[in-house]
């Protein structure tokens, strides 16, 4: 039988996009490798983020189509935001390259392979104004899954490649969201995790679209909390999560619902990029400091048990050291359960491409070193508040430490290292005293 492998960067939405041409490879009788070594077919999915990324995937395309030198028949193909960024290039830049995808049309990708298996490469690739494919396939077994509901992105952050890898911005009909969540409650998912790059402009229409799916008359107003309602109300279901975040989405509605609706967890990713105000505006992100320290105020007041996470970039064009102080004071303001912090790089066809990047790189290090200094103290103290707590956690199975023990996610997504239970099964519930913390774990002795 033909076995393949998909080694995937970057984000969730990649992640998703890597199951489901799993799935569908799986459907036209392929099986997964056991390791990528092993496999006939393997498919880099790719980012776009950063020049690093590409940099790492256009690095490991190049050995595995080297491989192809001793194993002829083997299919090395790529798909995502670095193939739909480079389309036909990649072909110069990898003569043996069997396929190429753009992130928009990933339903080609198992047609691909079967074509490669013949000897006929493909490139696809779908225009950014075109309606994308959803994925919507998935691989059973699993007792959590990232369901995407928002595809592309209309903010066109200064920085951000994104609206040029994955186009204009397009919600997924919500009966077709139901639909996929309830399929997989029945196959025994609890945790579903709904994945949009801007995830709360969901339902609010896109102009592009309009024409073959027009906004219906008396539309509701705030369209994403309705949606985590219903699929808060399918039986099976046990947690929700959604990522990304933007403050703009910080409704009285959701606010409420994280308050109220005993699903959805009490955990919200929120990338703030910078903390001054000259950065925030030159980066077009449609807030301030003040805006935003608001939004994470009223999340708090009504939800104090809220986790809350971000994006931080450093070295932006023109980022001054009193705009970095401004990042770490608000960092501190906002207390951060876990950041994600990134060097500034500028990325093709984007605004701030036309800028100079004039932070030099060891200034990025070190402020980038700061902030995670900061942080590790900072997470480290929440994480040692939560001790003498009773926490609910959904188990995810054997510890990857110590398979005597188990691991699970708090409501808060933090990780609960804990002795099972006899009977104990991934998916499950249970309460637990949490004895213990380290700066990323916390352990229920
Ligand atoms: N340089 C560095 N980091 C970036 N990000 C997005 N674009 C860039 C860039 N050009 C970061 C942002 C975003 C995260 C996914 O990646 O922080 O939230
Ligand atoms: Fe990029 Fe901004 Fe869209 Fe996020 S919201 S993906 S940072 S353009």
Redesign the pocket.
Known sequence: MTTFAIHTYG?QMNVRESEAAAKALIDAGLAQAPDEEAADVVIVNTCS??GKAEDKALGKLGLLCATKRTRPGRVVGVMGCMAQRLGEGLFKRLPALDFAIGTRCAERVAPAVEAALQGRPTLALRGLHERPDAPSGHVAGGFSAFVTILLGCNRR?A????PDVRGDEWSRPARDVLAEVRALAAQGVREVTLLGQSIMNYGLRTPAFDADDPPSPGGYALPFPRLLEAVAAIPGIARIRFT?GHPAGVTDELVRLFREEPKLCRHLHL?V?SGSDAVLARMRRGYTREGYLAAVARLREAVPDLALTT???VGFPGETEADFQATRTLMEAARFDNA?I??????PG?L?ATWEDDVPDAEKARRNQILLGDQDVRGAALNQALVGTTQRVLAEGPSLRNKARWSGRTSGNKIVVFAPPPGLRPGDLLDLAITRAAPQTLYAD
Do not use: A, L, N, W
């Open positions: 984000c983020v950063r952050c920085y951000c490649i994104v990304s990338p990029q994006d931080v970039i994600f990134f060097k500034y790089s500028p990325r984007t701030s």
